[in-house]
């Protein structure tokens, strides 16, 4: 059973930064990504990335967060810059999927909150 435990979410000003990390135990997946659910909406991909770097992202993050993944320490990770007030949502780390297909993901971390004010 692989398990996945988040950190790093916070209540932040619009324009700022968090980091968000995720531990997976027992990585041997090849995708890993980062999941948002905001307030009545469906979750959705925010960035992925491939265990040999590929990286993908929604066009509503491009350019303001940045994923990336330490595969020594089984580590994901979640660099947001510049937050905006719809930024704020649940953020979810999963494994074992590919890209950002929610559908195709068979593990996920228990979510970390994240909210921007203006």
């Known amino acids: 059973q692989v398990q996945l435990v988040e950190s790093g979410g916070g209540s932040v000003q619009a324009g700022g930064s968090l980091r968000l990390s995720c531990v997976i135990s027992r990585d041997s997946t090849y995708w890993a990504g980062w999941f948002r659910q905001g307030p009545g909406k469906e979750r959705e991909g925010v960035a992925a990335i491939h265990r040999f770097g590929s990286t993908h992202y929604a066009d509503s993050v491009t350019g303001r967060f940045t994923i990336s993944r330490d595969n020594a320490k089984n580590t994901l990770y979640l660099q947001m810059n510049s937050l905006k007030p719809e930024d704020t949502a649940m953020y979810y780390c999963?494994?074992?999927?590919?890209?950002?297909?929610?559908?195709?993901?068979?593990?996920w971390g228990q979510g970390t909150q994240v909210t921007v004010s203006s």
């Open positions: 999963a494994a074992g999927g590919a890209r950002l297909d929610r559908a195709t993901y068979n593990y």
